[in-house]
């Protein structure tokens, strides 16, 4: 085993270019080493200047995705040992404009978050007094996977389609929405489906599958797409054969 | 120095997307693949289509089409259009798994039972066509 | 200067911050609020929170038991004013949390389940899996966008609070995409910026937890209070630090020494069972399970590695099934970092710095001694946690108070004059310090990185679990040295654009002024009580020290300290009886 290997990072100083260009550093291997910690190791002893996020360091925060050799992943997630004998190549997240060096800017995502309602929606809400909603385990089991999204932006990245059209609401988003329509409290799927119905919604999407690759907490967004264009096809052809049917 | 840049403002930058991206990773190629092949099918319902029309016109007619169909540019032809529509058709119907949520008693039917149905379901239409065709 | 003007201003987008958000704009829905963070909200540090939050819904379970847990457990060092309130509330904050979609996990009849938790007499810990926080604060974050009158500032580091006539209205903030310095003034300012574990070297806290928040509102006037009191969880993953839950141990999981021995049974914590026993051995309380690991480690009974000595951690016994219902999470943890599947092997751990039970000062409102000043969360202290926190009543602590600052806030809020035009000199100041300091400088000679890891390895041997005045007066000697190294800290990065380097330099200044309080306020209170071990007191004084530490900071800068008193309500001073 090799006792260093080379990071080459993309750097982007939007001060001093207009292009991003790639820096090569000589970064040491140690067996428990996940691709941030050599970031972290550039940053502190050989160039304090790189710029990138991150927080928890547990695969949990959703700051850190990067590119590594070309695939989106979660840096803090992700052993060195696994990618020797190197060169590593750290690029942004593909899909994002970026900020600087390894920053990308996901506000689009998050207005597409706000967009689909991501929360519980009711005619009538049951007061607190009264305590919680039942909800049994199969009912919770039904949504949680959905539940687990951390928002990394690895599906993404990961979506030719976001790249082309970057109208798509996309992967994270879909899946998000279909948590809460799959969840026995809500009552929102009909508000949903106004956004999600239209060609950006999930329509856009061809399924690539690549978002499901990706996620790191085994959301599987392309299934909740799927899914969702099935409830949506169904729902249409209710409505035309059936007018007199609400809802 | 960026002449570009203004203090305070962002100046991202944004890749373009080049015109092969998807030949850059696998699984894009097998998608634009899948995509492409989608096309094929089309063709051959088409030719589906020709040929009934050819056997309701006419013995005449029927035999044009299978001397033309037997030559052997066209017969090389077809062949590679068999290898794509089953390509997409394999690619296909692996993914139904991931749009069907089928529930028996409770239970989520596991991907590998849909996805065994829906071939069974291919191999019997198979079957059934090429019964009506060649007949018994 | 680029000036923004709201009615109440959250610096944190936690599970505290977003919890007083919805506060403030269900008590006035007119008012504009703004909740500020340095991260967006959803990477804010309570997403790492694992085991759960504790509040009373079972039967057999009363509100004077969950007190009495949360008192005991806290060395009769909590306000109970404060706890009688925050057991009353906790309830009813977290069934408004699933009715916002929180997805708790279920008894099979649909109601809520729940779990037991380390120093507690009856179960009463709720839990999504073990990703509690992770959801809690999904679900908080989703349901603010249903809020239009919160406004975010997302990626805007705070770098002080704007008082004037000793009222405070406002901060200067930074925004981190641009460089831009800005005045975002407000009729009331509610802190819920987290802890500061990163003053350690060793620490489940994430990279972010660098205690800003108390740091500025100490720089502002305020007392933070019972800073000594450092929480050392006893399981976490050496070299990471990453931490795995006490659901482990809830649910079933062992301590064992090199020799398979479960050596809590011999530091006066109960008889081993092979069923978890609520109070009792691997159950009890976080400071006394990392002060006998400690001790195990002395005697030679640990398993030494790289990364310092370990114990084991054993869920074996619990069976593949138990382990993915319960806590996949922890298996997922083991296996990404530390490449072994607890199914089929022990889990090496250690003790690791996780949470700070002092904080700024606040009454049961959250409010400061400083006017138009509120905190909430972990940056605050009540104080519910007194000298050790129980695990599990942070998460609740967040939504009881956060909700509690966030709606006396508010009627602060309606109640006053626009902000002072004053304020906005002092950003501009501000503005020219930043520039001053960090980024136009160039005759620095000192890296943020060596004074950071410097002063947390000076913290750990001078202020770890055991302490005692020499250890103390080491460290704080070092940590002075490292204050004046700091004014000649050069930044190898002057961009505007993202400039991580210059908020690392400003979290690093805060860190700085935490640990000077965590040493000054450790050496003044000379006993040992709860996660505050002093060999050369080893013994609780409730003559001497049944009190608060405050400490302000005096017109030199440094630390000065008073004592306030507890209050004591309902359960005089008595014996922590674990396991008998
Ligand atoms: C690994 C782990 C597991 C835990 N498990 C449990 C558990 O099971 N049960 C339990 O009860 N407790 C648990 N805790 C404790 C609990 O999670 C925390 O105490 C709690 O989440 C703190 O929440 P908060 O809202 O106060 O702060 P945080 O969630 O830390 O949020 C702080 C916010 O302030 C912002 N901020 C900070 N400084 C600035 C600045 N200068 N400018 C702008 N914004 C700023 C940050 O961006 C962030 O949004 C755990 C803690 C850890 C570390
Ligand atoms: S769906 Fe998966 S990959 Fe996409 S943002 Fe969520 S966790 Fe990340
Ligand atoms: S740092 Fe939080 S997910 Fe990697």
């Given at each position: 085993m090799s006792d260093t290997v080379t990071m080459e990072v993309l750097r982007y100083r939007p001060e001093e270019e207009t292009e991003p260009t790639y820096e090569s550093f000589e970064v040491p291997v140690q067996p428990e080493w996940m691709i941030l910690d050599g970031l972290n190791h550039i940053k502190d002893q050989l160039d304090g200047s790189l710029s990138y996020r991150w927080a928890c360091r547990?695969?949990?925060?959703?700051?850190?995705?990067?590119?590594?050799?070309?695939?989106?992943?979660?840096?803090?997630?992700?052993?060195?040992?696994?990618?020797?004998?190197?060169?590593?190549?750290?690029?942004p997240l593909r899909g994002f404009p970026v900020i600087r060096d390894l920053v990308g800017d996901i506000t689009d995502f998050m207005g597409k978050l706000a967009a689909v309602k991501p929360y519980i929606v009711r005619e009538e809400e049951k007061p607190v007094e009264e305590g919680e909603y039942l909800q049994t385990p199969e009912e919770l089991a039904e949504y949680k996977q959905y539940s687990m999204c951390i928002n990394c932006m690895l599906c993404y990245s990961a979506c030719p389609?976001?790249?082309?059209?970057?109208?798509?609401?996309?992967?994270?988003?879909?899946?998000?929405?279909?948590?809460?329509?799959?969840?026995?409290?809500?009552?929102?799927?009909?508000?949903?489906?106004?956004?999600?119905?239209?060609?950006?919604?999930?329509?856009?999407?061809?399924?690539?599958?690549?978002?499901?690759?990706?996620?790191?907490?085994d959301v599987d967004p392309a299934g909740a797409i799927q899914r969702y264009k099935v409830s949506a096809t169904v729902d249409f052809f209710k409505s035309v054969l059936m007018p007199w049917r609400k809802e | 120095m960026n002449p570009d840049y203004r203090p305070y403002h962002p100046k991202w930058f944004r890749r373009r997307v080049p015109i092969f991206w998807w030949l850059r990773q696998a699984a894009y190629v097998k998608f634009i693949s899948r995509e492409l092949t989608c096309l094929l099918v089309a063709y051959?319902?088409?030719?589906?289509?020709?040929?009934?029309?050819?056997?309701?016109?006419?013995?005449?007619?029927?035999?044009?089409?299978?001397?033309?169909?037997?030559?052997?540019?066209?017969?090389?032809?077809?062949?590679?259009?068999?290898?794509?529509?089953l390509f997409h058709t394999v690619t296909w119907l692996n993914l139904a798994p991931m749009a069907l949520v089928v529930k028996v008693g409770g239970r989520r039917v596991p991907a590998r039972a849909i996805l065994l149905g829906h071939y069974f379901a291919w191999v019997a239409c198979t079957i059934a066509v090429a019964w009506a065709l060649v007949g018994p | 200067m680029d000036t923004r003007v709201h009615d109440v201003l959250l610096v944190g987008g936690g599970g505290a911050g977003l919890r007083a958000a919805i506060a403030v704009a269900e008590t006035n829905p007119g008012l504009s609020v703004a909740v500020v963070s340095k991260v967006y909200p959803m990477r804010s540090h309570t997403v790492s929170a694992e085991g759960g939050a504790a509040a009373v819904v079972r039967d057999e379970d009363s509100l004077e038991a969950h007190a009495y847990d949360?008192?005991?457990?806290?060395?009769?060092?909590?306000?109970?004013?404060?706890?009688?309130?925050?057991?009353?509330?906790?309830?009813?904050?977290?069934?408004?949390?699933?009715?916002?979609?929180?997805?708790?996990?279920?008894?099979?009849?649909?109601?809520?389940?729940?779990?037991?938790?380390?120093?507690?007499?009856?179960?009463?810990?709720?839990?999504?899996?073990?990703?509690?926080?992770?959801?809690?604060?999904?679900?908080?974050?989703?349901?603010?966008?249903?809020?239009?009158?919160?406004?975010?500032?997302?990626?805007?580091?705070?770098?002080?609070?704007?008082?004037?006539?000793?009222?405070?209205?406002?901060?200067?903030?930074?925004?981190?995409?641009?460089?831009?310095?800005?005045?975002?003034?407000?009729?009331?300012?509610?802190?819920?910026?987290?802890?500061?574990?990163?003053?350690?070297?060793?620490?489940?806290?994430a990279n972010i937890k660098t205690g800003d928040g108390m740091a500025m509102a100490y720089q502002s006037g305020a007392p933070l209070k019972d800073m000594e009191f450092v929480q050392y969880h006893p399981t976490g993953l050496p070299f990471t630090g990453i931490l795995i839950t006490e659901a482990a141990r809830a649910e079933g999981g062992w301590l064992l020494n090199k020799d398979g021995y479960r050596y809590l049974q011999d530091y006066d914590l109960g008889t081993p069972s092979p069923t978890p026993v609520k109070r009792s051995m691997e159950l009890g309380p976080r400071d006394r399970l990392s002060q006998a690991f400690v001790a195990e480690s002395k005697a030679g009974r640990a398993i030494p590695t790289p990364y310092g000595d370990v114990v084991h951690l054993d869920v074996r016994h619990l069976g593949e099934a138990v382990i993915d219902k319960k806590i996949p999470f922890v298996r997922e943890l083991c296996l990404k970092y530390q490449k072994l599947d607890p199914v089929k092997e022990m889990i090496p751990v250690r003790p690791v710095?996780?949470?700070?039970?002092?904080?700024?000062?606040?009454?049961?409102?959250?409010?400061?001694?400083?006017?138009?000043?509120?905190?909430?969360?972990?940056?605050?202290?009540?104080?519910?946690?007194?000298?050790?926190?129980?695990?599990?009543?942070?998460?609740?602590?967040?939504?009881?108070?956060?909700?509690?600052?966030?709606?006396?806030?508010?009627?602060?809020?309606?109640?006053?004059?626009?902000?002072?035009?004053?304020?906005?000199?002092?950003?501009?100041?501000?503005?020219?310090?930043?520039?001053?300091d960090f980024l136009g400088r160039t005759d620095g000679t000192e890296r943020v990185a060596d004074i950071r890891s410097e002063m947390q390895q000076a913290m750990e041997a001078g202020a770890g679990i055991y302490r005692d005045e020499e250890s103390i007066q080491v460290a704080a000697t070092k940590v002075a040295a490292l204050r004046q190294r700091f004014r000649r800290v050069a930044l190898q990065d002057s961009s505007r654009t993202f400039n991580t380097e210059l908020v690392s330099a400003l979290e690093l200044s805060n860190l700085l002024d935490l640990a000077e309080v965590i040493l000054a306020s450790a050496a003044a209170r000379r006993e040992s009580r709860?996660?505050?071990?002093?060999?050369?007191?080893?013994?609780?004084?409730?003559?001497?020290?049944?009190?608060?530490?405050?400490?302000?900071?005096?017109?030199?800068?440094r630390p000065r300290i008073e004592f306030d008193p507890v209050t004591i309500t309902t359960w005089p001073p008595g014996e922590r009886v674990y396991g008998r």
């Amino acid at each position: 085993m090799s006792d260093t290997v080379t990071m080459e990072v993309l750097r982007y100083r939007p001060e001093e270019e207009t292009e991003p260009t790639y820096e090569s550093f000589e970064v040491p291997v140690q067996p428990e080493w996940m691709i941030l910690d050599g970031l972290n190791h550039i940053k502190d002893q050989l160039d304090g200047s790189l710029s990138y996020r991150w927080a928890c360091r547990m695969g949990v925060c959703g700051s850190c995705g990067m590119l590594v050799n070309g695939r989106p992943v979660l840096t803090c997630a992700t052993y060195m040992e696994s990618l020797l004998p190197g060169p590593i190549r750290v690029e942004p997240l593909r899909g994002f404009p970026v900020i600087r060096d390894l920053v990308g800017d996901i506000t689009d995502f998050m207005g597409k978050l706000a967009a689909v309602k991501p929360y519980i929606v009711r005619e009538e809400e049951k007061p607190v007094e009264e305590g919680e909603y039942l909800q049994t385990p199969e009912e919770l089991a039904e949504y949680k996977q959905y539940s687990m999204c951390i928002n990394c932006m690895l599906c993404y990245s990961a979506c030719p389609i976001y790249r082309i059209e970057p109208d798509f609401i996309g992967p994270a988003a879909i899946a998000l929405a279909q948590r809460y329509n799959l969840d026995s409290r809500d009552e929102g799927a009909q508000e949903r489906m106004d956004v999600l119905s239209q060609h950006a919604g999930i329509w856009g999407c061809t399924l690539v599958g690549e978002c499901s690759e990706v996620c790191p907490k085994d959301v599987d967004p392309a299934g909740a797409i799927q899914r969702y264009k099935v409830s949506a096809t169904v729902d249409f052809f209710k409505s035309v054969l059936m007018p007199w049917r609400k809802e | 120095m960026n002449p570009d840049y203004r203090p305070y403002h962002p100046k991202w930058f944004r890749r373009r997307v080049p015109i092969f991206w998807w030949l850059r990773q696998a699984a894009y190629v097998k998608f634009i693949s899948r995509e492409l092949t989608c096309l094929l099918v089309a063709y051959v319902a088409i030719l589906l289509l020709v040929f009934v029309a050819a056997v309701d016109r006419g013995e005449a007619s029927y035999l044009a089409l299978v001397g033309w169909l037997s030559q052997p540019m066209v017969v090389a032809f077809h062949v590679a259009v068999l290898l794509g529509t089953l390509f997409h058709t394999v690619t296909w119907l692996n993914l139904a798994p991931m749009a069907l949520v089928v529930k028996v008693g409770g239970r989520r039917v596991p991907a590998r039972a849909i996805l065994l149905g829906h071939y069974f379901a291919w191999v019997a239409c198979t079957i059934a066509v090429a019964w009506a065709l060649v007949g018994p | 200067m680029d000036t923004r003007v709201h009615d109440v201003l959250l610096v944190g987008g936690g599970g505290a911050g977003l919890r007083a958000a919805i506060a403030v704009a269900e008590t006035n829905p007119g008012l504009s609020v703004a909740v500020v963070s340095k991260v967006y909200p959803m990477r804010s540090h309570t997403v790492s929170a694992e085991g759960g939050a504790a509040a009373v819904v079972r039967d057999e379970d009363s509100l004077e038991a969950h007190a009495y847990d949360t008192i005991s457990g806290g060395d009769w060092l909590c306000d109970q004013d404060a706890v009688e309130a925050f057991v009353r509330e906790a309830t009813r904050e977290m069934v408004q949390l699933e009715h916002w979609g929180c997805p708790w996990s279920r008894q099979p009849d649909g109601r809520i389940a729940t779990r037991p938790f380390g120093g507690m007499k009856i179960e009463r810990t709720w839990y999504a899996a073990d990703k509690t926080g992770f959801h809690m604060l999904h679900a908080l974050f989703q349901t603010t966008l249903r809020y239009p009158p919160i406004k975010r500032y997302d990626e805007f580091f705070v770098t002080r609070l704007l008082v004037d006539d000793g009222r405070c209205q406002g901060v200067v903030a930074l925004e981190v995409a641009t460089g831009k310095v800005q005045a975002l003034l407000a009729k009331a300012v509610i802190l819920c910026s987290g802890g500061g574990g990163k003053v350690f070297p060793f620490t489940t806290n994430a990279n972010i937890k660098t205690g800003d928040g108390m740091a500025m509102a100490y720089q502002s006037g305020a007392p933070l209070k019972d800073m000594e009191f450092v929480q050392y969880h006893p399981t976490g993953l050496p070299f990471t630090g990453i931490l795995i839950t006490e659901a482990a141990r809830a649910e079933g999981g062992w301590l064992l020494n090199k020799d398979g021995y479960r050596y809590l049974q011999d530091y006066d914590l109960g008889t081993p069972s092979p069923t978890p026993v609520k109070r009792s051995m691997e159950l009890g309380p976080r400071d006394r399970l990392s002060q006998a690991f400690v001790a195990e480690s002395k005697a030679g009974r640990a398993i030494p590695t790289p990364y310092g000595d370990v114990v084991h951690l054993d869920v074996r016994h619990l069976g593949e099934a138990v382990i993915d219902k319960k806590i996949p999470f922890v298996r997922e943890l083991c296996l990404k970092y530390q490449k072994l599947d607890p199914v089929k092997e022990m889990i090496p751990v250690r003790p690791v710095v996780h949470y700070m039970m002092g904080g700024v000062a606040t009454d049961l409102d959250g409010a400061t001694p400083v006017a138009g000043l509120f905190a909430a969360g972990e940056v605050a202290c009540v104080s519910i946690n007194g000298a050790n926190r129980l695990g599990s009543n942070s998460l609740t602590e967040l939504l009881v108070f956060g909700a509690r600052a966030g709606r006396a806030a508010a009627r602060f809020a309606g109640a006053q004059p626009d902000p002072s035009s004053a304020l906005v000199a002092q950003a501009a100041d501000e503005e020219r310090r930043l520039h001053r300091d960090f980024l136009g400088r160039t005759d620095g000679t000192e890296r943020v990185a060596d004074i950071r890891s410097e002063m947390q390895q000076a913290m750990e041997a001078g202020a770890g679990i055991y302490r005692d005045e020499e250890s103390i007066q080491v460290a704080a000697t070092k940590v002075a040295a490292l204050r004046q190294r700091f004014r000649r800290v050069a930044l190898q990065d002057s961009s505007r654009t993202f400039n991580t380097e210059l908020v690392s330099a400003l979290e690093l200044s805060n860190l700085l002024d935490l640990a000077e309080v965590i040493l000054a306020s450790a050496a003044a209170r000379r006993e040992s009580r709860g996660a505050h071990q002093r060999t050369d007191f080893p013994e609780r004084d409730d003559e001497g020290f049944l009190a608060h530490t405050m400490a302000r900071q005096g017109e030199d800068g440094r630390p000065r300290i008073e004592f306030d008193p507890v209050t004591i309500t309902t359960w005089p001073p008595g014996e922590r009886v674990y396991g008998r």
